[in-house]
């Protein structure tokens, strides 16, 4: 596992990185990604999928389990916020998106805990308010 972590001071910075970061992905790749609400994990996603030439309105997948955005390469975006149970994996068709050879985003990976793939790359965002509002401490892990 390699880990990093960058500290950003704005939405702007925190969406370069996550343009930079896009840069490094294959297909196939799953990005995990953490925050409590408001952290920035929809303007994560967003970068991401800027890199990847996408389009279309990113918006957090609160709705739906799972966005799917078309460009340079599939991105598939999911909320698992809802999952009670990781059996629901299957009626979702969650297997076959990660053999899809498109990108997945995973928000709330906490609550599929056993179905996370070995080789993911897990961000966490995390704000510190005694430091100042708008900076965030983005952490990098990559299992391999
Ligand atoms: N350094 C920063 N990086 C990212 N966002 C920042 C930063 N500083 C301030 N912000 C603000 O924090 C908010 C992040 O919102 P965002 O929708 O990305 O959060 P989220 O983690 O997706 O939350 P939710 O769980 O509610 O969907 C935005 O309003 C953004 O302008
Ligand atoms: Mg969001």
């Known amino acids: 596992m390699t880990e990093r972590t960058v500290i950003t001071t704005s939405e702007s910075e925190t969406f370069e990185l996550a343009v930079n970061f896009a840069k490094t992905l294959e297909?196939?790749?799953?990005?995990?990604?953490?925050?409590?609400?408001?952290?920035g994990k929809t303007v994560f996603a967003?970068?991401?999928?800027?890199?990847?030439?996408v389009t279309e309105y990113i918006s957090s997948p609160t709705f739906t389990i799972v966005n799917e955005y078309e460009g340079k390469m599939r991105v598939f975006h999911f909320d698992m916020y809802r999952i009670e149970d990781e059996d629901e994996l299957i009626e979702i068709?969650?297997?076959?998106?990660?053999?899809?050879?498109?990108?997945?985003?995973?928000?709330?990976?906490?609550?599929?805990?056993?179905?996370?793939?070995?080789?993911?790359?897990?961000?966490?965002?995390?704000r510190d308010l005694s430091v100042g509002d708008d900076v965030r401490k983005v952490i990098f892990k990559e299992f391999k």
């Open 46 to 53: 967003k970068g991401i999928c800027s890199a990847l030439d």
């Open 93 to 126: 068709g969650y297997d076959e998106y990660l053999a899809s050879g498109g990108i997945c985003i995973i928000e709330w990976p906490e609550n599929i805990k056993n179905s996370l793939p070995k080789k993911r790359i897990e961000i966490s965002i995390l």
């Open 27 to 39: 297909a196939g790749s799953v990005i995990c990604l953490s925050g409590d609400l408001g952290a």
